[in-house]
């Protein structure tokens, strides 16, 4: 059974940058099925995936158009976790950011808020 | 970016009627390599995070009532509720996984009318 823990500050000033980490149980990071995603949901817009990270004998990243400028996603194999750098952020990047695995999500979490604000 | 449209916005249904949600993608999300189509649905209350109802656009999860059913193919899917019960009212929303990026529908809302 896949279980996720994120973690990470839920309040950041103008900006600084956004560190977000999920550790994951019942899965490797580094499974060659597997893909390790970010996604934010706020009310100005909506469901909105970030990116992802996956190990395909090497790894890949892939990212939205809308952050690629200021994103990384990165994962640790020795923490078996994955983590997400969002630099400069602003009050839009203001949202309850989820940590999930695979191409359809089933399990999401609680998901954490995060606040951009002065 | 293949962009999933939703439809209605909102909809007010009488408890025991179906509720019929449509989703709609601005390209084919049918996968070659096992002929499915690459479409989920998802359901949200109030202050919880969103719960997967259906993915292969027709495969209900374990644990989710029967009386919710995918539906379509290619561009165009539906989720039904056939027969609305209160514990269903809820935001609605479709994702396609064929590419990244993946993208969400804007949702629907279903109430009690």
């Known amino acids: 059974q896949l279980h996720l823990q994120l973690s990470g500050p839920g309040l950041l000033k103008p900006s600084q940058t956004l560190s977000l980490t999920c550790a994951i149980s019942?899965?490797?990071?580094?499974?060659?099925?597997?893909?390790w995603n970010w996604i934010r949901q706020s009310p100005s817009r909506g469901l909105e995936w970030l990116g992802r990270?996956?190990?395909?004998?090497?790894?890949?990243?892939d990212y939205a158009v809308s952050v690629r400028s200021r994103i990384t996603i990165s994962a640790d194999t020795s923490k078996n976790q994955f983590s997400l750098q969002l630099n400069s952020v602003t009050p839009e990047d203001t949202a309850i950011y989820y940590c999930?695995?695979?191409?359809?999500?089933?399990?999401w979490g609680q998901g954490t808020l995060v606040t951009v604000s002065s | 970016d293949i962009v999933m449209t939703q439809s209605p916005d909102s909809l007010a249904v009488s408890l025991g009627e179906r509720a019929t949600i449509n989703c709609k993608s601005s390209q084919s999300v049918l996968l070659s390599s096992n002929n499915k189509d690459s479409l989920a649905w998802y359901q949200q209350k109030t202050g919880q995070p969103p719960k997967m109802l259906i993915y292969?656009?027709?495969t209900r999860e374990s644990g989710v009532p029967d009386r919710f059913s995918g539906g379509g193919s290619g561009t165009d899917f539906t989720l039904t509720i056939s027969s609305l019960q209160a514990e269903d009212v809820a935001v609605y929303y479709c994702?396609?996984?064929?590419?990244?990026?993946?993208?969400f529908g804007g949702g629907t809302k279903v109430e009690i009318k």
């Open positions: 999930l695995g695979g191409y359809f999500f089933a399990n």
């Open positions: 990270t996956y190990y395909r004998s090497q790894w890949y990243n």
């Open positions: 019942g899965d490797s990071v580094s499974s060659s099925s597997a893909a």
């Open positions: 292969w656009a027709t």
């Open positions: 994702q396609q996984y064929y590419t990244t990026p993946l993208t």
